[in-house]
């Protein structure tokens, strides 16, 4: 088994300081079962390193299930500021005995292992050191009972961990203050166990190890939140009006968010009157069709689902895009087919959402991969859907939406709402309608709303074949000119949507290619490629249609790595059918184990197809173009055998 | 709204001529029932001087679904998918809760492919109406049972169907229904008058109209053939409508001879009582004579359940008195400070 921690994989390397510790760079893994409240004391811990001014990212690795399963909390301390997962964690909390033996063998030599005292026996190494605390003895004290045992048995880790590593009582009361929302009964309770345990960890335990947290300044004016969060954020910055939804992990926690902002920022106030309706839906087939109508009435109007709810929106999905009906869908991306792995994150549904619908349909996608592209294509989605008149996909996935992640501030939106080409009843008058005509060229018909008054504004809207004035037809031409017209759209699109973020190195005869959650890993995964004699450019696609920057970058590098977290590389497969002329560039690099990526994975994966390269790397480009398609095959066929060894 | 006749022709209250609520021509069968309601829609909308640009009308799949093209031809409308208008509808409607809704379906298109939706769309209390265009049968696949169809019923190209009928009615005050009624497209005056207090209802308002397919099921051993439905329907009450703006002072009346039901919105619904004294505002009697009704193949028509206590769901939401579609920019986006309030308490 090979969940979260990864012993052959080896140790990461950690710089020891002249004191001979190792400070703010490691990892601290904390197993324990699923709903038995470890979670508030894993985001303590979290929640008091990021106050404490050190970078950190917290990943919950956790089962499909209510109660009783493993879970693993992963929190990377990295004084360099990565975020990206590791392979190992150098710090066990091992506080499920059901996984003890499993969790104590993927610790690194020099490893710590803080386990639960009252344990009879637990597996030895020699190689690690542990520290026991006696977990009864503190529960006893509390005189807690049943279910809030528990969750206090979680905070004597953390009271422990504290004096282990360092770590301010203090910066862990303000994270909890955070947690429990200023509610200081509830925080002081907590903060009692905690104490205890520190205090007891202080009189009897002596520290063994090299590992310690250390004060830092890199965090002050940050934020930390979940990426489902910051998306609702947007959203409610992007003026949403009416949201219709079916509960389905990984995006259950976008609504949940969602709810309580809207509640809270715009809530009925004195007027009574609301400004939002939320819809708890029947299914996913409820849930977009009540979107699409909202849509079509002039709502801003959004869902959000993952893979499995996406697969019952495809119907609605392609009327959206044929009757041009603004909408934002968010996929919260977990590991498909079929349920798969509800609670492990991927990047599986790329073509499936970009191609959503039957006949020829052909969807915008964003790809957020930071919470403030969460929060900023929060809003800008309803701007695109808007402008384009047409369903926006923003594609998320499980460790960006239900992990917690730094980030600046947000930015306001700098700009006033765009709500496209909608007549009024004037304007009607003034310049005539017809619903699905071309006026301007750039394929974006002129809309009107329900409602609007004047006798010619109103239209029927269908799935059916339509002529501009939207009246049934199956004239052969009016299907092809209008399906001609949603083709000129999208490209109209291409210039739109966010463009693709590119960092160019000079020189580099490679390039990445990316996008969503893979950039942590890959931006650390640069700094040892370099270090290693491969400089690489990178180009982080931000959102499908591609432009033609994407175009641009691939022809000024011989050999490109498109780098995602599906088996099949859904996005390298769009980018080969799209640029046939440059497809021979292309390889394909996937890791779809459902973990999220690590930077060490890209670059060994990039290093193995790298040595596999004839020597001579610096030959012009036009023979290079020649060798790489020559290669390639070779180095596709060495890269999925070296995946499955890995 | 500006009238589009001439003087000479008759116009309503808001000036419209009866033409002014046509759509195009049908391309239904001729004789098809469906046809029938759609005049009886162009009728009624005049009558009652609606407002085209307030109406949305609504439909799913299939020959009924098609109709909302043959009638007010001055409104939006969507022709969406088989069996899932209700959910379209619902955020067509909660987008502008100010819409009226006319929603046509038929058996297929609610009762088998759209039950869920359906009974989901009751259950919120939608407002609207919603107009099942009943025949038993699929029209435009060519004579398919549907799950309407009596059990037993045979058909030339479908057999014998083997299974019992969904009944819409009833799966409607299943699902908290405060106006379920069923009629006969051969029935134009009773149409009209459900067609109008429906419009009248707070919330989702069902019909269940029983429109007889001319192609495919129209043998007079069909109960849902028009032979059949002209011997045996058997109306619970004679039908009127007297909507508020009127200010008619009712006649007196005997309570022996005519139940009165004042609606939400003030219109009252004349109940003329016929061989018996049928109480639809009962819900365990609408029920009872419903099962009744479907076990003696009876066919009764009229207002068969109604309850306007429950809130539409534009009331549940506090809707007021700008739809979400036209709220100012201000109003749904938080001003800076806001956010920069939020930014600082996630420090």
Redesign the interface.
């Known amino acids: 088994m090979r969940i979260g921690l990864d012993p052959s994989a080896g140790p990461e390397v950690n710089e020891v300081n002249e004191a001979g510790l190792i400070v703010n760079d490691f990892a601290i893994v904390a197993a324990t079962a699923n709903g038995t409240g470890s979670q508030t004391a894993n985001l303590a811990i979290l929640r008091a390193l990021f106050k404490l001014g050190i970078p950190v990212n917290g990943k919950n690795i956790f089962p499909s299930n209510i109660q009783g399963l493993p879970t693993w909390y992963h929190i990377r301390l990295s004084r360099d500021g990565f975020t990206a997962r590791r392979h190992t964690a150098e710090i066990l909390v091992a506080f499920n005995q059901a996984t003890i033996l499993q969790d104590i063998q993927t610790l690194p030599p020099g490893g710590v292992c803080l386990y639960n005292g009252d344990w009879r026996s637990i597996p030895q190494r020699e190689d690690v050191t542990y520290y026991a605390v006696p977990v009864n003895e503190f529960v006893r004290e509390t005189g807690m009972k049943g279910k809030l045992k528990d969750y206090i048995s979680n905070m004597v880790y953390v009271g422990a961990l504290a004096w282990l590593l360092d770590i301010p009582l203090e910066r862990l009361d303000e994270a909890l203050n955070f947690q429990f929302k200023g509610k200081r009964k509830t925080v002081e309770a907590n903060m009692a166990v905690v104490r205890a345990a520190y205090d007891w960890s202080a009189t009897n335990l002596k520290r063994r190890h090299l590992h310690r947290v250390a004060p830092m300044d890199a965090t002050a004016g940050m934020i930390m939140m979940t990426g489902n969060e910051a998306a609702a954020l947007g959203a409610v910055f992007g003026g949403v009006t009416f949201a219709a939804w079916y509960p389905i992990t990984p995006s259950t926690s976008l609504i949940d968010a969602l709810n309580s902002y809207l509640e809270q920022l715009r809530g009925v106030k004195d007027t009574g009157e609301a400004t939002y309706a939320v819809i708890q839906a029947e299914d996913e087939l409820a849930a977009i069709g009540m979107v699409i109508g909202a849509g079509f009435a002039g709502a801003r109007a959004m869902t959000a689902t993952s893979g499995p709810g996406i697969s019952l929106m495809a119907e609605y999905a392609g009327l959206g895009y044929f009757a041009e009906v603004p909408a934002v869908i968010w996929d919260i991306q977990r590991v498909g087919p079929s349920t798969g792995l509800p609670t492990r994150t991927s990047q599986g549904d790329v073509t499936f959402v970009y191609y959503l619908g039957h006949g020829d349909t052909k969807n915008v996608i964003l790809l957020p991969s930071s919470l403030q592209e969460c929060f900023d294509f929060g809003y800008q989605a309803f701007d695109l859907a808007d402008l384009l008149q047409t369903p926006v996909y923003v594609l998320s996935d499980l460790d960006l939406g239900m992990n917690n992640w730094m980030s600046e501030p947000f930015v306001y939106p700098p700009q006033p709402m765009k709500r496209g080409k909608v007549l009024t009843a004037a304007d009607v008058a003034e310049q005539g309608f017809a619903r699905y005509k071309d006026i301007d060229g750039d394929g974006i018909p002129y809309r009107t709303l329900p409602g609007n008054d004047h006798p010619r504004a109103a239209y029927f809207a269908r799935g059916t074949g339509h002529n501009d004035n939207a009246v049934y037809s199956e004239r052969p031409e009016d299907w092809e000119s209008n399906m001609l017209r949603l083709a000129r759209k999208f490209d109209t699109a291409r210039d739109l949507v966010p463009g693709p973020v590119i960092d160019e190195v000079e020189g580099a005869a490679i390039g990445l290619i990316a996008y969503g959650t893979t950039r942590p890993a890959i931006e650390e995964a640069r700094g040892r490629l370099s270090a290693a004699g491969v400089p690489t450019g990178f180009m982080r696609l931000r959102a499908l249609p591609i432009n033609n920057e994407v175009e641009a970058f691939i022809a000024r590098h011989e050999r490109i790595y498109v780098i995602e977290m599906n088996r099949d590389g859904q996005v390298a497969t769009i980018l080969q059918s799209e640029l046939p002329g440059l497809s021979t560039r292309l390889t394909s690099l996937t890791h779809f184990d459902g973990m999220p990526l690590t930077a060490r994975w890209i670059f060994e994966s990039v290093m193995t197809c790298e040595t596999a390269q004839p020597a001579s790397r610096q030959d012009q480009p036009s023979q290079a173009a020649d060798r790489a398609k020559d290669v390639n095959g070779h180095s596709f066929a060495l890269n999925a055998i070296m995946l499955d060894e890995y | 709204?500006?009238s589009?006749s001439p003087r000479s022709i008759k116009v309503n209250a808001i000036g419209l001529a009866q033409a002014d609520y046509k759509g195009?021509p049908s391309t239904l069968c001729q004789g098809c029932g469906h046809n029938s309601i759609a005049n009886q829609i162009v009728q009624i909308a005049y009558e009652l001087s609606l407002?085209?640009?307030?109406v949305?009308?609504l439909s799913g799949i299939g020959c009924s679904s098609k109709s909302?093209?043959y009638f007010l031809?001055?409104?939006?409308?969507?022709?969406?998918?088989h069996g899932?208008m209700?959910?379209?509808?619902?955020?067509?409607?909660?987008?502008?809760h100010?819409?009226r809704g006319i929603g046509v379906s038929g058996d297929g298109d609610t009762a088998s492919i759209g039950l869920?939706?359906f009974k989901?769309m009751v259950r919120?209390n939608v407002r609207m109406v919603y107009i099942v265009e009943n025949n038993g049968v699929y029209g435009l696949t060519k004579g398919q049972f549907s799950a309407t169809a009596d059990e037993g019923q045979v058909l030339k190209y479908a057999g014998t169907n083997e299974f019992p009928p969904i009944d819409i009615c009833m799966e409607a005050i299943l699902a908290g229904c405060g106006f379920v009624a069923r009629s006969f497209s051969g029935d134009a005056g009773q149409v009209r008058e459900l067609l109008k207090a429906a419009l009248s209802h707070r919330g989702t308002a069902v019909i269940d109209i029983i429109s007889p397919c001319v192609a495919f099921n129209n043998e007079d051993t069909s109960t849902k053939s028009y032979g059949y439905g002209k011997e045996h329907e058997n109306p619970l009450h004679g039908i009127g409508y007297v909507p508020k703006e009127a200010e008619i002072e009712i006649e007196p009346y005997d309570p022996g001879e005519m139940r009165v039901v004042e609606m939400h919105d003030g219109s009252l619904i004349q109940l003329r009582k016929l061989e018996s004294d049928y109480d639809p505002t009962d819900r365990l009697g609408a029920m009872h004579r419903l099962q009744w009704a479907q076990e003696k193949q009876e066919f009764i028509t009229g207002l068969i359940y109604y309850d306007d206590s429950r809130p539409n769901l534009a009331e549940t939401?506090?809707?007021?008195?700008?739809?979400?579609?036209?709220?100012a920019?201000e109003?749904?986006?938080?001003a800076?400070s806001?956010?920069?309030g939020?930014?600082?308490s996630?420090?």
């Open positions: 709204m500006e589009t195009l407002r085209p640009h307030e949305l009308k909302p093209a031809g001055q409104s939006f409308g969507f022709n969406t998918l899932r209700p959910s379209l509808a619902t955020g067509a409607l909660i987008a502008n100010h819409l869920g939706q989901h919120r939401f506090r809707l007021g008195g700008a739809s979400l579609s036209t709220l920019d109003q749904i986006r938080p800076q806001v956010l920069d939020l930014m600082n996630l420090m």
